[in-house]
Nanobody, 126 residues
């Protein structure tokens, strides 16, 4: 079992930056696929960013590409999401997710991830 705890969310003005953290325990996730998803009120959970388990390449949704950066610190068993130039439409609950065995084509599908954090609220106001 893997336990994930997100932190770093908050209320910020549009244009500001936030850094989300996702600390894992229970197992070492250094070889896992890791991802961030978000869910706004009344909307489905959507893919934000991921690091594939093989090779460590990063993937982003078009809406955040160039503004957000996903990274991981294997020594700390932690995943990060650096969010710059936040927009009001980025407002959502952000979740981290990990899975040991995803193939590349499944990275953006939330149903494929076995482990989830509880979420952290990010609100960017204009």
């Amino acid at each position: 079992q893997v336990q994930l705890v997100e932190s770093g969310g908050g209320l910020v003005q549009a244009g500001a930056s936030l850094r989300l953290s996702c600390a894992a325990s229970g197992r070492t996730i250094g070889s896992y696929a890791v991802a961030w998803f978000r869910q706004a009120p009344g909307k489905e959970r959507e893919f934000v960013a991921a690091i594939h388990r093989m090779g460590g390449r990063e993937y982003y949704s078009d809406s955040v590409k160039g503004r957000f950066t996903i990274s991981r610190d294997k020594a700390k068993n932690t995943v990060f999401l650096q969010m710059n130039r936040l927009k009001s439409e980025d407002t959502a609950v952000y979740y981290c997710a990990v899975d040991c065995c995803l193939i590349l084509s499944s990275l953006g599908n939330p149903a494929q991830y076995d482990y989830w954090g509880q979420g952290t609220q990010v609100t960017a106001f204009s």
